[in-house]
């Protein structure tokens, strides 16, 4: 069965491209003709509302998708955007319901491996999997982890940002022991300021930190982002020209081109 490539963003720190990069990176993608399925996996809901889909009128979420056997997972995927090479953004969506179930999921026996049993239902219709995860280290990091081929970190070229990132790796590696799963990891250098001095030093601090463990696209600062949540589509619709998009068309790039040279860690997929 040929099977999609799953993605999650995940760092627990706030606020560092998480939503940004599931977005634009999926957008990139589909703009090169993929087919990529967005999953909101963060009560706050801000990828779905970055899609112009409002939360609070959702008659099914992924929270449904996830806790009930009975329900028909197509019935909680929204056809977003179709474009005429083929390619296309579809989005499952969030609301505070997931919330509820978190707790529910966190002492169920197995909790965290519902949603990739889930997502495997979708496998046939995608290129791509793009998970966006909440800034926390809690049963849906397990879900998104499980369910991943490889982990996006999105970093904040800036030191305070450094000292999170161990945590999370460890707390990946933990995840991945205790469940059998394997996913590998790529930082991405968020928001990236080429005036400044902290930014420059950071961005040598990571490449030399982790070696191979990085996009060599990096994002740079751009407003653009912010008028695009805004506007409520992704950057890489309103304008494919803006710094932003360009460079998540560059980490498109680097990802498509490791699957054609064969160089992707990605995994068989046991099923
Ligand atoms: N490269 C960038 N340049 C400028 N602004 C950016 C960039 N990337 C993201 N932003 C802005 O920074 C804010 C936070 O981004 P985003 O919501 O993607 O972070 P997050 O990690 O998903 O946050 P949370 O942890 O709350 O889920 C948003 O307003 C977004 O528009
Ligand atoms: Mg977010």
Redesign the pocket.
């Known amino acids: 069965m040929k099977t999609p490539y799953v993605f999650a963003?995940a760092?627990q720190?706030?606020?560092?491209?998480?939503?940004?990069?599931a977005i634009t990176l999926g957008s990139s993608l589909s703009i090169f003709g993929y087919r990529v399925l967005l999953v909101d996996l963060?009560p706050?809901a801000?990828l779905t509302n970055h899609l112009a889909v409002e939360p609070e009128k959702l008659e099914y979420s992924v929270a449904n998708l996830i806790i009930s056997d009975s329900f028909s997972p197509n019935e909680a995927v929204i056809n977003k955007y179709r474009l005429k090479n083929g390619g296309c953004i579809d989005l499952i969506p969030s609301n505070i319901n997931l919330a509820r179930i978190e707790a529910e999921l966190s002492v169920s026996k197995g909790g965290g491996l519902k949603l990739k049993e889930k997502l495997k239902f979708f496998y046939d219709n995608y290129d791509y999997i793009i998970i966006?995860s909440?800034?926390a280290l809690s049963v849906l990091l397990i879900s998104a982890v499980v369910a991943s081929d490889e982990i996006i970190i999105?970093v904040m070229s800036d030191f305070l940002s450094a000292r999170g990132v161990d945590l999370l790796l460890s707390t990946i590696e933990k995840i991945e022991k205790a469940l059998d799963s394997r996913c590998t990891y790529r930082l991405l250098i968020?928001?990236f300021d080429r005036r400044t001095n902290s930014s420059l030093k950071s961005l040598d601090y990571f490449k030399n930190k982790y070696k191979d463990t990085h996009f060599n696209s990096i994002?740079?600062?751009?407003?653009r982002?912010?008028d695009?949540?805004m506007i409520r589509k992704p950057l890489t619709y309103i304008d494919v020209h803006s710094r932003?998009a360009l460079d998540y068309i560059n980490v498109a790039r680097e990802i498509i081109g490791d699957f054609n040279n064969g160089v992707n860690g990605r995994r068989a997929k046991d099923e």
Do not use: L, Y
């Open positions: 963003t760092n720190k706030g606020g560092v491209g998480k939503t940004t990069t963060d706050q801000s966006d909440s800034p999105p968020t928001m994002i740079n600062i751009d407003t982002f912010r695009a949540s932003g």
